[in-house]
């Protein structure tokens, strides 16, 4: 048997469930719309102690630990006191299809169950800002982010109330199982490496085979550096045409955050104001159109 090979009895047991086979594949398909917020919520962490040594148990008990934090924020379930986070993150490489430009982009994000969550990113020369704040969504400038929307063609998606920050298509029972979508490599070998002062384990995994194929993502790849605690400290993604790397910059976590955050700031008019039913286009014209300048165009011209 070979090292990649390795898998949990959570692994195995889905794997030899034929219901089970059939939901993880719907749970990564629906997931991939959601991959760059994923990715943000995936680095929540509290503040770590420094000289601690690396996670270096089952990778796929580090996975299901990084993801701990971040079910306490987006769904329904949870017994831990801290339901909001906020957290910067910035593209520090970025290669192949994705433009040069994206490179040094910050994002700055802010979630609060059950119906609160705000992106501030730089696009068209300014800063973009989507919030939903209950049922109500606001995103300013209002008039550019107006000529997103026209560009992208984006329409009110109709969907049942949102009874989470975002629309995840997962429950939190099917959250306990998502590690097993993971192909871990040299899962007996715990890989440890230095970033920034901190020493982190290293994770390098692909999709399981069977999601792997029928998603077509055979040569998805990618590698997170853990640090102590289990916060994710740099993910990086690679595929045939791009590759991109994420680092955390600064994160906090707790129980709410003040009511001003969901609101517009004080002096600003040109805000553009919808309903949920917009909020997943909002966020998609935003990350797909990081640090163009005033005069492009953005880079994905239609959803």
Known sequence: MHNSDIKTPVAIEMQNDSFARCNKRRLYMSMRRFFPLLAAALCLASPLRAQQPAPRENPYDVIAKIFQPLWGVLLAESNGENRAAMITLEMTEVSGRLPKEMKGATLQAAVQ????????????????????NGDQVWATP???????????????????????????PITPQQAIFLPALFS????????????????CRVLTAGLMPELARATKAEDFQTRVWVAPGHKIRRVEVKRRDFSTTVDVREMVFSPTLPASTWEPPAGITDIFRTSPEMLEGLLYIVMNSLKTGAADTPWISAK
């Not at 169950?113 to 939903?132: S, W």
């Not at 550019?144 to 995840?168: A, D, H, N």
């Not at 871990?184 to 020493?199: H, K, M, Q, Y």
Request: charged share 30%; with cysteine; glycine share 8%.
């Open 113 to 132: 169950f059950p119906d609160k969550v705000k992106l501030i990113a730089p696009v068209l020369g300014e800063t973009f800002t989507v919030c939903r």
């Open 142 to 168: 209002g008039g550019k982010v107006e000529y997103l929307i026209s560009q992208f063609r984006v329409v009110p998606k109709k969907v049942t109330k949102l009874r989470t920050p975002i629309g995840l």
């Open 184 to 199: 871990v490599s040299r899962a007996d070998v715990a890989e440890v490496e230095d970033l920034n002062g901190e020493s």
